[in-house]
């Protein structure tokens, strides 16, 4: 049995504990949301440590860093759904969905000897599953805000993220004008920390508004062979990667059973 399949059934056992229970049938919700990003830092470098470098390996670049491409997905949307219940006054849970079609990358490379800008682009996406806990902090400090429904919590699961074929120019380089690296995919180990409100609109429906830290884990260029100038060459790579670490603002509606 894989890493893998281990962390799945580990993970389906822990969902199914949680909707096994009758005694917390009558509290279940759903919810819709929608969210903006924000993706900094995402700086790509050689897996294996620089063994049979995939672009880089372990040299300094230009600018006095590593190697590498350094630069940023920007903002861009995504949207979540969930199914949650609670399980005490102060204590809820949920199984959440969230997909983020269109991060786009943007950066620059500082390959040694090449002049004038070394932009680099790239889009990716991600399909992640999670399990939630929140904490609210009406039940437990037993006060009530009126409407509002303060809450803090976090969650665990898994993220597979998708990148396409990744492109490097350099503009200003005589004889050699861009390269394209393999796209790529990767499932990982994902978590994220929130906090935020609900505000109760009626009995069976509340707004939530929050703050979210997200890990999708890492997006990965695979190994295989590069095309330079549109021609692809005999060079065997191995894979590159960055962190995929966003600070987020979600919106949504819950709907209570």
């Known amino acids: ?33 929608a969210g903006i990003d924000w993706l900094k830092n995402a700086n790509f470098s050689d897996d294996n440590g620089g063994v049979n470098p995939a672009y880089f390996g372990n040299v300094i670049g230009s600018d006095g860093r590593a190697l590498g491409a350094y630069g940023e997905y920007g903002s861009y949307f995504f949207v979540e759904g969930a ?25 620059q490379a500082n390959f040694i000897g090449v002049t004038g800008p070394q932009p680099v682009s790239g889009k990716a996406s991600s399909l992640s599953g999670l399990l939630n806990l929140y904490f609210d902090i009406n039940g437990l400090t037993g006060t009530t805000l009126g409407r509002f429904q303060p809450f803090v919590g976090g969650g665990v699961g ?19 004008t861009y390269s394209i690296v393999p796209s790529g995919e990767r499932t990982n180990l994902a978590f994220m920390f929130t906090g935020g409100t609900g505000v109760e609109l009626t009995e069976h429906l509340i707004l939530d508004l929050s703050y979210r830290y997200t890990d999708l884990g890492r997006g990965q ?30 919106m949504g509606l819950r709907y209570l059973f």
């Open 221 to 250: 260029t695979n190994a295989g062979t590069m095309r330079m100038d549109g021609t692809v060459t005999s060079e065997a790579m191995s894979g590159t990667s960055a962190p995929l670490r966003s600070h987020g603002m979600l």
């Open 1 to 33: 049995m894989t890493k893998m399949n281990r962390k799945t059934i580990v993970f389906t056992l822990l969902l199914m504990v949680c909707l096994s229970s009758s005694a917390i049938a009558n509290e279940l919700y759903v919810r819709a949301s």
């Open 158 to 176: 898994f993220a597979t993220n998708w990148l396409d074929e990744m492109t490097y120019r350099f503009p200003q380089l005589p004889g050699h």
């Open 83 to 107: 199914l949650g219940l609670r399980l005490q006054p102060w204590l809820r849970t949920e199984v959440a969905l969230a997909y983020r079609p269109n991060m786009q990358y943007s950066g």
